[in-house]
């Protein structure tokens, strides 16, 4: 019995997504050089970060300034993810992030997945784990059975050019996490890699009791200061 080919992703199909090159991710010249389009190093960052965490949640892929439950923040708040935003190329380049840090459900997810959508419109890699399931993928390699090893996982982690990790600091403490989380994030931090960090920890001392100090430090070095994202929680006002 024939089975249907599946679809391939947009960007696999043929065409460019930019309308300038014919699909190939090259442009030939009148000259009958050949030079690269800009889809080609969208295509190579997506094809990067292919099969890595959640990706962009299909509840996150409409994420705006202009909707809610972004448009209802602190516009004092919203100012310095704007600007991130805007030089998103330049910031990710140079292996800045943002911190996010707050009580549940206000807005902090959503703004993270704003940050890396923008990322990724520009053709940069983004994985995005929470960071519960993110440990759970490195002992995952562990199992005699697994189809990959924990240095191939280790070095797309630190190689993807944004990581997102959600709810810090939510996952239990154990000398193995703390190993696990400075390892990763202190990689990116030696070769410049952007970090977008979400946690429900708002005191800096208590984040450094449960994820360790180095760990802190090196994130305040790549994202700077904690964006507090105060306020109700806006799933159970919305539902209201």
């Known amino acids: 019995m024939l089975r ?9 199909r043929s065409g460019c997504p930019l309308g300038v090159c014919e699909g190939n991710g090259w442009i030939l010249q009148e000259d009958g050089t050949a030079i690269a389009c800009e889809c080609r190093e969208r295509r190579i960052g997506q094809a990067a970060s292919r099969g890595m965490g959640t990706g962009i949640p299909k509840r996150f892929r409409g994420v705006s300034f202009d909707r809610k439950p972004i448009c209802d923040l602190d516009p004092f708040v919203l100012r310095p993810v704007r600007m991130f935003v805007e030089g998103i190329v330049e910031n990710v380049e140079a292996g800045r992030g943002l911190w996010f840090t707050g009580d549940l459900g206000t807005g902090k997810t959503s703004l993270a997945m704003l940050v890396s959508r923008a990322a990724e419109k520009q053709g940069k890699s983004v994985a995005v784990y929470p960071v519960t399931r ?8 562990y199992d005699s059975d697994s189809t990959g090893s924990y240095m191939q996982l280790f070095r797309r982690l630190c190689s993807v050019d944004m990581l997102q990790l959600d709810d810090l600091g939510a996952e239990k403490r154990t000398e193995w996490v703390l190993e696990q989380l400075y390892a990763i994030v202190n990689e990116r931090w030696q070769d410049e890699r952007s970090i977008v960090v979400t946690t429900n920890i708002t005191d800096l001392d208590d984040l450094r009791e449960q994820i360790g100090s180095r760990t802190v430090s090196r994130l305040l070095e790549i994202c700077g200061d904690p964006l ?13």
């Open 4 to 12: 249907p080919v599946p679809e391939p992703p947009d960007d696999e």
């Open 134 to 141: 993110l440990l759970a993928e490195i002992k995952d390699t």
């Open 228 to 240: 507090p994202i105060m306020g109700p929680d806006l799933r159970l006002t919305s539902a209201g």
